[in-house]
């Protein structure tokens, strides 16, 4: 029995967000490549969380969020308003192209 809710709380968990976004993040925007032209880009980011728990493998979709907000955290160290995904997501880790898309005055 003990065992049973020990896995049921891991597939509860592995919808669970445990990343959160920074308010300067919030303006932050996710895009496609085709969607850059124009922009600056100041450089990229490499990203990365636990891509199993407890052995289970968690939910791509939950993994891409936590990886988007990771980027969109760092893109604001580099002064970036636009984030673009170069690679898909491998063992928890995605690599992102950060922009400046808006003129600043």
Not at 16 to 34: I, T
Not at 68 to 83: C, F, M, P, Q, S
Not at 85 to 97: M, S
């Amino acid at each position: 029995m003990k065992k049973l809710f020990v896995v049921l709380a891991l597939v509860a968990l592995q919808g669970c967000s445990w990343v959160k976004l920074d308010p300067a993040a919030e303006q932050v925007r996710v895009v496609e490549a085709q969607h850059v032209e124009g922009c600056k880009r100041l450089g990229k980011t490499t990203v990365s969380v636990k891509s199993t728990v407890a052995g289970v493998e968690r939910k791509e979709e939950t993994m891409q969020e936590e990886l988007e907000v990771l980027a969109r955290n760092h893109a604001v160290d580099l002064k970036g308003d636009t984030i673009v995904a170069t690679t898909g997501i491998e063992d928890g880790k995605r690599v992102y192209d950060v922009y400046r898309c808006k003129q600043t005055d």
